[in-house]
């Protein structure tokens, strides 16, 4: 069984092409997603292509992803950080 806190999302630590390290929310980190995946719908990955609307395409990313790249040498990176023990 696994730990439920294992799946607590307090914030996201947010790394981007030429910007400094960023901490975000799970909602600020949602709405930045939507934003990427709507500028870049016809250049997702396939997987998140196949999905119908744009906030289940967020969701999955968030939940089964953790980098996207956004044209060649840029990129997106989100890791889940709990901010107490």
Known sequence: ?????MFNN?????????RPEE?????????????IVI???DDLPIDVQRIAGVDERVQYLL????????????YLQWYVVRLEK
Not at 10 to 18: G, N, P, R
Not at 23 to 35: H, I, R, S, Y
Not at 63 to 74: H, K, Q
């Open 39 to 41: 500028k870049f719908a």
């Open 1 to 5: 069984m696994s730990d439920s806190l």
């Open 63 to 74: 939940d089964t992803s953790c980098e996207l790249d956004l044209a060649p040498g840029e």
């Open 10 to 18: 307090d914030a996201y630590v947010v790394l981007e092409t030429d």
């Open 23 to 35: 901490l975000l929310t799970p909602v600020e980190m949602f709405d930045k997603l939507k934003k």
